[in-house]
Nanobody
Framework: QVLLVESGGGLVQAGGSLRLSCVASGLAFLNRMAWFRQAPGQERDIVAAITWTGATTTYGDSVKGRFTISRDNGANTVYLQMSSLRPEDTAVYYC???????????????????WGQGTQVTVSS
């Protein structure tokens, strides 16, 4: 059984930083991982994604230069370092991966099969 567990969310003031973690278990092999976010009444959008080696990453336009995705394959963990946070970053953040191996990065919600339960990030102005 594949399980993705996010942590690290919370309440932070605008301009602050947070680091989210996602621990994966039950995966038979390393695979691409992604962070998405969803605000109330909004679509679930890509924040960042990383290949199984960690060599290639991609970011949503609104977070480029502020967020960094990374991974520790030995710990089965993917991270999202968030800096210069803005109120519009407020959302539930989810990590995701795939059932089958995917060498390339995916940007759409429907390109991922497994999801965590999410962690709330709230940025106050």
């Amino acid at each position: 059984q594949v399980l993705l567990v996010e942590s690290g969310g919370g309440l932070v003031q605008a301009g602050g930083s947070l680091r989210l973690s996602c621990v994966a278990s039950g995966l038979a092999f390393l695979n691409r991982m992604a962070w998405f976010r969803q605000a109330p009444g909004q679509e679930r959008d890509i924040v960042a994604a990383i290949t199984w080696t960690g060599a290639t990453t991609t970011y949503g336009d609104s977070v480029k230069g502020r967020f960094t995705i990374s991974r520790d394959n030995g710990a089965n963990t993917v991270y999202l370092q968030m800096s210069s946070l803005r109120p519009e970053d407020t959302a539930v953040y989810y990590c995701a991966t795939n059932r089958q191996f995917r060498a390339s990065l995916g940007h759409g919600r429907d390109e991922y099969d497994y999801w965590g339960q999410g962690t709330q990030v709230t940025v106050s102005s």
